[in-house]
């Protein structure tokens, strides 16, 4: 199994800073392919980016491109989110996500296994 536990998560005011950290665990076979995600009330889960944990390999979804950026530190099995130049729309439950395979795109269904959630909210 592979357990994913996301943390980071506070209020900040607009064009503030936040990182966020997923620690993931489990059987490192199935969770090659980190994801970060996010669903604000009433809307559909977001793919924000993605990582292939043992090349470094990286993409982003067009909204985020430039303000978020996905790293990891493979000794401490972390997965990072740094978000800058945060709006009120970034406001949400943000998730991270695994899978195998990084071959495909962002779409939430795709990815296997889940976090709880941290919850980023950006107000004045």
């Known amino acids: 199994q592979v357990q994913l536990v996301e943390s980071g998560g506070a209020p900040v005011q607009p064009g503030g800073s936040l990182r966020l950290s997923c620690l993931v665990s489990?059987?490192?076979?199935?969770?090659?392919?980190i994801g970060w995600f996010r669903q604000a009330p009433g809307k559909e889960r977001e793919g924000l980016a993605k990582?292939?944990?043992?090349?470094?390999?990286?993409s982003y979804a067009d909204p985020v491109k430039g303000r978020f950026t996905i790293s990891r530190d493979n000794a401490k099995n972390t997965v990072y989110l740094q978000m800058n130049s945060l709006k009120f729309e970034d406001t949400a439950m943000y998730y991270c996500?695994?899978?195998?395979?990084?071959?495909?795109?962002?779409?939430?269904?795709?990815?296997?296994?889940w976090g709880q959630g941290t919850q980023v909210t950006v107000s004045s």
């Open positions: 489990g059987d490192p076979d199935k969770r090659p392919c």
């Open positions: 996500a695994a899978r195998k395979y990084c071959t495909y795109g962002l779409d939430a269904s795709g990815f296997t296994y």
């Open positions: 990582i292939l944990t043992p090349t470094g390999a990286v």
